[in-house]
């Protein structure tokens, strides 16, 4: 298993050398999404809009941030992984745009799989409890869109440097770590009944 910094925005040929088990480290522009951040994005594409960010070669991190402002500047408090499952009917939708990682916790299921192999994308486990850690990688926040939906809801403009540890869990070969835990537990379930 190997360690990755990268900076992005990232390619193809990065995110295909990331491989389950492996350690990512990110710099450079991350954005927080939520379901109303990726319900804005999907209603704004049907009406022809442009989105508010560049979003390819970028990194989405499925997460609920607490941010304050002093002095007139965004401050990252802390920022931990939220559950990705309910972005899956986005999937498609996120692959399209370019997304390179998805950044949360308790992986995707087999939509992701498939836009992972098809647009070269994997999936990094953050640790669920060390928000405070992951915000100390947080060099700087560059506002909010969609401030309206709610602070968790927003979609926050990250500047991050060696933001992580992330570890890869699923990757864009279409290898998951979240399905072969299940297709193991369902093996034991049938030998233990």
Known sequence: MATHKLTLPVDDSQVEKLRLGDTVYLSGTVYTARDMAHLNIKTMRE???????????????????????????????????????????????????????IIGKGGMSSDSQEAFKKYKQAYLQAAPGCAVLLAAGVTGVDGGHWQENGM??????????????????????????????????MQKIEEIY
């Open 47 to 101: 009406n022809n809009q442009p989105l508010p960010v560049e979003l390819a070669g970028r990194a989405i991190f499925h997460a609920g941030p607490v941010v304050r402002k002093v002095d007139g500047e965004w401050q990252m408090v802390v920022v931990g992984p939220t559950t990705s499952i309910r972005m899956e009917p986005y999937a498609q939708m996120v692959g399209e745009l370019g997304v390179k990682l």
């Open 152 to 185: 968790p809801e927003a979609m926050w403009v990250l500047e991050v440097e060696n933001f992580g540890p992330f570890i890869v869990t699923m990757d864009s070969t279409g290898e998951s770590r979240y399905a072969a835990v299940l297709d193991n537990a």
